[in-house]
């Protein structure tokens, strides 16, 4: 085995999930101001005005950057390797911006309901509050999705939420793999330094939601195919 051969690609592969981690950053400065000051909250209501603060400009800013970054993510995997990457990213950034705000909001809206029905049925069934704690875990990945789509196809915005959803309940195993290996990726990186999180886990989500996303869509194709014939 030639070990250049499998390093180089390797290397293209890092090296593009750091830019896209980086210009990710990029589009979220205003994370990076509120993350230095949670660090130096001094009470429990500054901490909360933070995480607020945090929680309504995810559909204006970080909502969109990811649908932006899963474009470019898309482009690489499918071998076009070659491409403007900052001009690629701010096309798809103000192309797809108004739906992916929209999208933002719903995603954030049901965020907000599951939470407060999680803290309401806390007390009375732990079979609900289960219910409710794995939607609020499963929401943001079905978001992640819908944005696939987002970046993949022009359909209403109805059809992006029917379509994701569909995707996802059609194949369990890629929906298992993909949460998996997210979630085991994010606890992976926090146990061995933290700050690794903010330098790799954008990129590496983008990369594992579009990956998922392709797969499950060729199975699609395939099973559309061989019904056609």
Not at 150 to 156: C, G, K, R
Not at 175 to 181: C, N, S
Request: charged share 10%.
């Amino acid at each position: 085995m030639n070990l250049l051969k499998v390093s180089n690609p390797l290397m293209k592969w890092l090296y593009m999930m750091l830019k896209l981690t980086g210009i990710w950053w990029l589009y979220n400065l205003p994370y990076i101001f509120l993350g230095v000051n949670l660090l130096a909250a001094k009470d429990v209501e500054a901490v909360h005005t933070i995480v607020i603060t945090g929680i309504c400009l995810l559909p204006f800013a970080a909502v969109p950057s990811t649908a932006a970054a899963l474009a470019i993510a898309r482009k690489y995997l499918k071998g076009d390797g070659e491409f403007p990457f900052f001009h690629s990213f701010w096309h798809y950034y103000k192309r797809e911006y108004k739906k992916s705000v929209v999208l933002g909001l719903l995603n954030v809206a049901l965020l907000i309901v599951f939470y407060l029905a999680l803290r309401y049925y806390a007390e009375l069934s732990a079979l609900l509050a289960v219910f409710f704690y794995l939607l609020l875990v499963l929401t943001p990945f079905f978001f992640l999705y819908v944005c696939s789509y987002l970046v993949d196809q022009e359909l209403p915005l109805k059809g992006y939420l029917i379509n994701a959803f569909y995707l996802l309940i059609m194949h369990p195993l890629n929906t298992t793999l993909m949460v998996t290996v997210v979630l085991a990726s994010g606890y992976f990186l926090w146990a061995a330094l933290p700050p690794l999180l903010i330098l790799i886990m954008p990129g590496l989500v983008a990369f594992t939601m579009t990956y998922f996303y392709q797969k499950s869509m060729a199975a699609e194709i395939k099973k559309s195919s061989a019904l056609s014939n």
